[in-house]
């Protein structure tokens, strides 16, 4: 694989840098709910800040607003980045996607962005699938150079597009199903299985475009309603109520897909099983998490996120061999394409 060129080779002494992070965490209740983006983004912030750059713009998108919208506003993103940083040569622009350029990935944008900033670093691996002004066309107006650890994704989720140990087993599950099927339809082959849960396998029973074998879960945890504190059942998986909604697999699933994961050598776990956020829901993915932490001998990556937020509130993220800060870009890394934010960036 290609790698772009590294922020350690940038002359930023004195210089005004444009970092592109990805900033994009869970919130709860306007705060942020997890802050592993935020730490994965420090380390290149830091080496800016050591080589003596006199200002760091940190850009980033929150969210999926339409234009302007106070739910998104960076404000608290901002202030957990200043409490660990601690350094006013840092500022935190307002949410990219407020502007209708970005994801148009408008050259108008981008110069705005680049506007009085001498060198580009993208160190937002999470949003390198996507060609937005501030990840794609600003790099073809500033120099441009990766962060610290878009290159160590690269270099960690590289590992499983080599040869590796098998089984490999592919878990995918979450909300962004449209921005997955495509994906995992070109993963098919590399996988020597693949777990399907959460909103994606409620899709994949209506209308199953994947020309390869996939294990959908057998049952489900139903809720007359979507609500934390809906009524809720276990059913099997084609039992389910007309009206009831499949929030998280069913105990049956669980223990399947948990001795699966216990048997692969090589695990790729990407978006959780259910709405894991409401306790109710919440087992489906916590055993996920667990499995994929047990399994000691495997080689095992988990991205998104979500999921990356339920391993952590197991607190199991240190028993697995990488946590990766993307969910659709590891996949589509995975694919075994260069991502547009990567390959906006020279050699
Ligand atoms: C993510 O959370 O997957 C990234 O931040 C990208 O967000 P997006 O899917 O809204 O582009
Ligand atoms: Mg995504």
């Given at each position: 694989m290609r790698l772009p060129r590294s922020v350690r080779d940038a002359d930023v002494a004195g210089k005004v840098v444009l970092v592109r992070a990805d900033l994009n965490v869970p919130l709860a209740d306007g705060a942020v709910a997890d802050d592993t983006r935020i730490r994965a983004s420090l380390p290149t912030l830091r080496l800016l800040l050591d080589n003596g750059a006199s200002e760091l713009r940190v850009c980033s998108h929150l969210g999926r607003p339409n234009g302007y919208d106070e739910r998104y506003v960076m404000a608290p993103v901002a202030a957990r980045v200043a409490e660990l940083v601690g350094d006013d040569r840092v500022h935190v622009l307002e949410n990219?996607?407020?502007?209708?350029?970005e994801t148009k990935n408008d050259e108008g944008f981008a110069r705005e962005l680049a506007d009085g900033c001498d060198v580009y670093v993208n160190d937002a691996f999470g949003s390198a699938h996507r060609a937005h002004s501030s990840t794609e066309a600003v790099a073809r107006i500033l120099p441009a150079y990766a962060g610290l650890l878009l290159l160590a994704e690269l270099e960690h989720l590289g590992k499983l597009l080599?040869?590796?140990?098998?089984p490999f087993v592919l878990i995918s599950g979450g909300a962004k199903v449209e921005d997955k099927l495509g994906v995992l339809q070109n993963l098919g082959g590399r996988a020597d299985r693949v777990l399907i849960g959460g909103k994606m396998a409620e899709e994949l029973r209506e209308n199953n475009p994947l020309d390869f074998e996939v294990e959908l879960p057998t049952d489900v945890v139903g809720a007359s309603e979507f609500a934390e504190d809906a009524e809720s059942r276990v059913y099997p998986y084609d039992g389910?109520?007309?009206?009831?909604?499949?929030l998280d697999i069913g105990p049956q699933t669980r223990e399947r897909f948990a001795a699966k994961v216990g048997a692969a050598r090589t695990i790729f776990w990407n978006g959780p099983m259910g709405v894991f956020e409401w306790p109710a829901f919440a087992a489906g993915t916590r055993a996920v998490a667990r499995a994929v932490a047990d399994n000691d001998g495997a080689f095992s990556i988990v991205g998104g996120a979500d999921s990356v937020r339920a391993l952590n509130d197991a607190g199991?993220?240190?028993?697995?061999?990488w946590v990766s800060t993307g969910g659709g870009a590891s996949l589509e890394l995975l694919e075994g394409n260069e991502l547009p934010g990567v390959a906006a960036i020279p050699s």
């Open positions: 990219t996607r407020f502007d209708p350029g080599g040869d590796v140990e098998r389910l109520p007309d009206a009831w909604l499949g199991l993220s240190d028993k697995v061999s």
